[in-house]
């Protein structure tokens, strides 16, 4: 699963709320031994507990080593990336590839239910829901949790949506049109989306993360305003934050 593909916490909840309006979730600080974790594995040490109820199910429950420092940042992106494990385990998948199937199975069931009541659907009374890819969460470290191992290549590929899937579109609103390229920059081929993405990141550094960005620009000869990066400022900032 590269980061082009990765669905955000944020997205996979909105999707649930959708089948199920009433679910919640919660947090908690428990040491590691009271939820299962061998001392051997450091279960001797502090853990963000999720738990995620749906109305007629078992609560479901993840769990994730909690940040060492005080710094309340830190806790909110933890419990952002324990709701994503909790999400998974609720059956909403974390890989862009395996949403979009999902979202394709339910649209199919839901079409062969209406044809074996006799409802006949209008031509376009129904549009497929699509889901854009978002990149990386603005409180997430663009590593996302997988079941399995995983090489380098995979954390660092990038990955496009297999064109044979259908698309299926959650509506949302317009994005607001991202700034022009600078003079230097072929307009034409500015990448807007992923200079939306890289200056919410931006935004959200805190601390000595915010230290580390700003030294990184001045040795790249990068400007600190989103509005003057070109291209090539995209990829070197881009990079800063997978290697991070």
Known sequence: MGIETFASPGLRWGLLLEDHPMATHDYELKVGTDIGVPD?????????????RIPGQEP??????????????????????????????????????????????????????????????????????????????????GKPDVDHDVTDDEHTATSTPDDDVVEAEIVE??????PEAAPE?????FDAKLWEQLAQEVENLTG?????????????????DPNEWTNDDLTEIDAWFRED
Request: aromatic residues 6%; charged residues 35%.
């Open 185 to 189: 920059a072929d307009k034409a081929e």
């Open 40 to 52: 051997q594995y450091g279960g001797k040490g502090m853990f963000c507990v999720c738990t995620l």
């Open 173 to 178: 609103d317009e994005p607001e049109a991202a």
């Open 60 to 141: 479901i429950v993840a769990y994730k080593e909690a940040p060492r420092g005080k710094d309340p940042d830190d806790w909110v992106v933890t419990c952002t990336k324990t709701l994503g494990r909790a999400l998974k385990k609720a059956g909403y998948p974390d890989d862009l590839k395996d949403l979009k199937a999902l979202v394709l199975w339910r649209q199919r069931n839901a079409e062969v239910a209406a044809i074996g009541s006799g409802i006949a659907l209008e031509a376009g009374e129904q549009k497929p829901l699509e889901i854009e890819a978002g990149g990386r969460d603005a409180d997430d470290d």
């Open 208 to 224: 000595n993360d915010r230290h580390d960005f700003t030294g990184f620009c001045e040795g790249q000869s990068i400007s600190s």
